[in-house]
């Protein structure tokens, strides 16, 4: 007779234990696998031309952003000026990687809002964004020279996270070589 009380006030305290330990979590901090590797290996066409390419190689030697975005996603409009300000203060070239978007959609985008990138890679199959570890857009990875990923951030930047966390690392990354 008293298991039948203990086991599921046992089993409610469990419960009470694991929704406790979910709310002190952060759920805007998604742990990347890549962290401290080798940006996965790319190789995509431009926006600006089909002929021209971007791949993986490409992002070595400098310490970059690499911003995955798209016309149709509503968070990257509200990043996108912070985007800007990040790499006129930092001097970092931000290489966007356009996701299961149009190039149409993506240009006119581009018109509207302003381009901040350096070069587009032109995403649509949307291999490369999974490659990545992408979830959902906007995501951005801070890579330094060697082309290692070095930080992550899920959903859009703000202000708070550029200036006490992306911007420092940025240059802590610039400063180390």
């Given at each position: 007779?008293?298991?039948?009380?203990?086991?599921?006030?046992?089993?409610?305290?469990?419960?009470?234990?694991?929704?406790?330990y979910?709310?002190?979590?952060?759920?805007?901090i998604l742990?990347?696998?890549?962290?401290?590797?080798?940006?996965?290996?790319?190789?995509?066409?431009?926006?600006?031309?089909?002929?021209?390419?971007?791949?993986?190689?490409?992002l070595?030697g400098?310490?970059?952003?690499?911003?995955?975005?798209?016309?149709?996603c509503?968070?990257?409009?509200?990043?996108h000026?912070?985007?800007?300000e990040?790499?006129?203060?930092?001097?970092?070239?931000?290489?966007g990687?356009?996701?299961?978007?149009?190039?149409?959609?993506?240009?006119?985008?581009?018109g509207?809002?302003?381009?901040?990138?350096a070069?587009?890679?032109?995403?649509?199959?949307?291999?490369?964004?999974?490659?990545?570890?992408?979830?959902?857009?906007?995501?951005?990875?801070?890579?330094?020279?060697?082309?290692?990923?070095?930080?992550?951030?899920?959903?859009a930047?703000?202000?708070?996270?550029?200036?006490?966390?992306?911007?420092?690392?940025?240059?802590?990354?610039?400063?180390?070589?």
């Amino acid at each position: 007779m008293r298991w039948r009380l203990v086991i599921p006030v046992v089993v409610v305290l469990g419960l009470i234990a694991l929704l406790g330990y979910g709310l002190t979590r952060r759920p805007d901090i998604l742990p990347s696998a890549l962290i401290g590797k080798s940006a996965p290996a790319f190789d995509l066409p431009t926006l600006a031309s089909d002929r021209e390419r971007i791949s993986a190689a490409d992002l070595k030697g400098n310490v970059t952003l690499v911003n995955v975005w798209a016309s149709w996603c509503v968070a990257c409009r509200a990043e996108h000026g912070l985007i800007t300000e990040i790499s006129q203060r930092t001097g970092v070239p931000v290489v966007g990687l356009n996701y299961k978007d149009t190039e149409e959609a993506a240009r006119r985008w581009l018109g509207r809002y302003g381009n901040p990138f350096a070069v587009i890679a032109v995403d649509q199959s949307g291999q490369v964004g999974i490659d990545w570890g992408v979830a959902a857009v906007p995501e951005t990875f801070v890579v330094d020279r060697d082309g290692v990923i070095r930080y992550k951030v899920v959903g859009a930047i703000t202000r708070e996270e550029m200036n006490e966390t992306l911007i420092p690392k940025l240059k802590q990354l610039q400063q180390a070589s």
